[in-house]
């Protein structure tokens, strides 16, 4: 099972236990081990959101990779392609505002339940589209019914996992979104030149649902689930209560430290939404890759963004154990990591498929290493009982911004420029060096903001 290569090793008080299923009163099938040993339960868990979030990326991304097909078949412009991208990306923006509020009344098992069901169904819808407008129609319905997809990730860690295991959790949900950035351009052009376009996208829908019944069938709250032990349980609930405190949105926005991270979400994640949802009309448009031909750039591509997450998270963890700062640190993996992005500036004028692809490959890199940095600001400046918000916050500029951006992309593509994407490239060669500037400008040393004591969120 993929939960067991994601455990980590077993402590020396663990005893090995063979995991059985038991059918509970209410007709479901749940695990159970041997009350002698700490169970690993919260790991099968962890594994479910994984999944959950690589189906996610996979969803989002089958357009992106049928795109020059799709633009041929239903004769849709570069600007109404953007106009596509946009409308997914104004979706998620609004469904950010509000999942978490939602899922706090709904609960974590119902709410992503009906995420996942309402997400696959939009994959699947897709299939039915004609026109940009179909296709916008559709993305919209993905865009906001995608946007819990985090904040699930974000409740289930808290509910499943003491602090120490946390971070550790959420890079292995991180790593979820690169899993399905990767699969889509090695399994769908395959799939639709052997089924059809529309298979792509009835066959990722249909993938959602099949993950929704193991989630229906595994998941509960720890103290729910009859497969965590007593010793895990006490495991997970190992540490002091956090503070009820909350912040409001809006005292938030008078510190400096939250429009650094903000205005940072929104210079770069339009950035990684170009590399997602245009690299492969670029390759389609300027080295004649056609759909059979497009899944070994693309898996390249994305599958170097990977490394450059690993690269960018190791840099600053490597210079605060060797005595740096956490501003000498974080800023030093943020730097590098825009430097490694700007040899993309020279991508639209290279004559060799293969040379193109590095140079994109870097920029995807690059991104990763900045975003694994960035993300680490929220906690480095604020406390834990405003880092949700802070995610949030940033979060929906972000999505912002992308869907400016995407607009954007299409009119410079296919009415100002007719399919010249240099400005685009200098863009993002650029982007990442000046969201590090307004990063320094608005935190110079990183300081933890001092909130209020006590208020209550909005």
């Not at 009119?411 to 994407?421: A, D, E, K, S």
């Amino acid at each position: 099972m993929v939960a067991f290569l994601l455990m980590p090793p077993k402590q020396s008080d663990e005893f090995a236990v063979t995991p059985v299923l038991v059918p509970s009163e209410d007709g479901t099938v749940q695990l159970s081990y041997g009350s002698s040993a700490i169970s690993h339960i919260r790991w099968i868990i962890l594994t479910l959101i994984f999944l959950g979030t690589a189906i996610n990326y996979m969803d989002r991304q089958v357009l992106s990779v049928l795109a020059p097909e799709l633009k041929r078949r239903f004769v849709i412009s570069d600007e109404g392609y953007g106009n596509i991208q946009a409308a997914f990306s104004m979706a998620y923006a609004i469904g950010q505002l509000a999942s978490g509020g939602w899922l706090d009344r709904v609960g974590t098992r119902l709410g992503y339940s009906l995420a996942l069901a309402v997400w696959s169904l939009a994959s699947m819808l897709h299939a039915l589209a004609r026109s940009a407008f179909g296709f916008g129609a559709a993305r919209m319905l993905l865009g906001v019914s995608e946007s819990p997809n985090y904040p699930v990730a974000v409740k289930v860690l808290a509910e499943w996992f003491p602090r120490s295991e946390r971070a550790f959790g959420m890079g292995v949900v991180n790593s979820g979104t690169l899993v399905g950035a990767v699969a889509v351009p090695a399994v769908i052009p395959w799939l639709t030149i052997q089924y059809g376009w529309q298979s792509a996208f009835i066959v990722t829908g249909l993938l959602g649902f099949l993950w929704l019944g193991v989630w229906l069938l595994l998941y509960r709250r720890p103290e729910d689930h009859r497969g965590v032990s007593a010793a895990e349980l006490a495991h997970i609930r190992s540490d002091p209560p956090d503070t009820a405190a909350k912040v409001r949105w809006l005292t938030l926005l008078t510190y400096p430290q939250a429009w650094a991270f903000a205005i940072g979400k929104f210079l770069t994640d339009p950035l990684w939404w170009f590399y997602m949802s245009w690299f492969p009309n670029f390759l389609n448009e300027h080295h004649g890759l056609n759909l059979s031909h497009l899944g070994p750039p693309l898996v390249v591509i994305y599958g170097m963004s990977g490394v450059g997450s690993l690269f960018g998270g190791w840099l600053s963890s490597a210079m605060l154990k060797s005595g740096s700062s956490v501003n000498a640190a974080r800023k030093t993996g943020m730097l590098v990591s825009a430097l490694i992005v700007v040899p993309v500036v020279f991508a639209a004028h290279v004559s060799s498929l293969w040379l193109a692809v590095v140079l994109m490959g870097l920029a995807t890199a690059g991104h990763q290493g900045f975003s694994s940095n960035l993300y680490t600001l929220v906690s480095d400046m604020f406390p834990k009982r405003a880092c949700g918000s802070i995610a949030g916050l940033g979060g929906c500029f972000g999505y912002v911004g992308a869907t400016l951006f995407m607009s954007l992309t299409g009119l410079i593509v296919g009415r100002w420029t007719h399919q010249n994407y240099t400005i685009l490239f200098v863009m993002a060669g650029c982007g990442y060096l000046a969201a590090f500037l307004v990063i320094q400008i608005l935190s110079p040393r990183l300081e933890p903001a001092s909130l209020p004591a006590e208020q209550h969120a909005m």
